[in-house]
Every structure is written in structure tokens, then in C-alpha cells.
Nanobody
Framework: VQLQASGGGLVHAGGSLRLSCAASGPIFSNYHIGWFRQAPGKEREFVAACTWREGRTLYTDSVKGRVTISRDVAKETVNLQMNSLKPEDTAVYYC????????????????????WGQGTEVTVSS
């Protein structure tokens, strides 16, 4: 399986973007899919994650209420709807996958994710 992230771009503060993470192969029910971001000069940080099987979700505090992660089973994609964007959301966004047994809690550490896609750049102007 390979991952392809898309949907980044330049947007004004307060605007919205929808990022998508598409898999080149089948997504198995035990997959967790995460979105991470890395701003210039900063470490990579967790944004959101979901389980493919049940659609359980987890968000970092700074995006709660503004960002929604969702899965499209038919298209085998995971989307990240980002609203009310702020300049501090500017970063390269990456999607990643890990395999985990049923009921495993969602992880926020990128080290636990096995497969990464290339990033898509999001720039929010003030």
C-alpha cells in the first residue's frame, strides 16, 4: 500500500481546506490512519487519527472543533476537513498508517505509524 496526500494550498485565515489521503491498495480493517504536520523549523506533530474499522477519532487540542477526520470506505480515502484555518496551521501535512489489533487506542506518536505518504503543503495567510 502506498499513500498519496492531496488537497493542500494557499488560503486566507478563516478559510477552509479539505485534505485527502488515498491508498494505492486495499485498506485493511485493522488500519489506523493518522494526519501529522510539520511547520518550518518545528518538529512533526500529531493532528488527528481515525480507525478504519469503527471510525473512532482522536484530535490534538489545537484543532478540536475546527478539524474533522473522516473515512470514505467506497473510495478508500481518509479526509481531513479543516475549517477556520489559522496562520499557525501552516505546515506540510502528512498522512500515515499503522496496523493495530482491534480496540487498540489511537496513537499520537508518529513513531508508531509504519507507512507514510508524501506531504501536501498548507499555507494560511493572515
Amino acid at each position: 500500500v502506498q499513500l498519496q496526500a492531496s488537497g493542500g494550498g494557499l488560503v486566507h485565515a478563516g478559510g477552509s481546506l479539505r485534505l485527502s489521503c488515498a491508498a494505492s491498495g486495499p485498506i485493511f480493517s485493522n488500519y489506523h490512519i493518522g494526519w501529522f504536520r510539520q511547520a518550518p523549523g518545528k518538529e512533526r506533530e500529531f493532528v488527528a487519527a481515525c480507525t478504519w474499522r469503527e471510525g473512532r477519532t482522536l484530535y490534538t487540542d489545537s484543532v478540536k472543533g475546527r478539524v474533522t477526520i473522516s473515512r470514505d470506505v467506497a473510495k478508500e480515502t481518509v479526509n481531513l476537513q479543516m475549517n477556520s484555518l489559522k496562520p499557525e496551521d501552516t505546515a506540510v501535512y502528512y498522512c500515515a498508517v499503522r496496523q493495530a489489533p482491534r480496540s487498540t487506542p489511537l496513537a499520537t506518536s508518529g513513531a508508531l505509524f509504519d507507512l507514510w505518504g508524501q506531504g501536501t503543503e498548507v499555507t494560511v495567510s493572515s
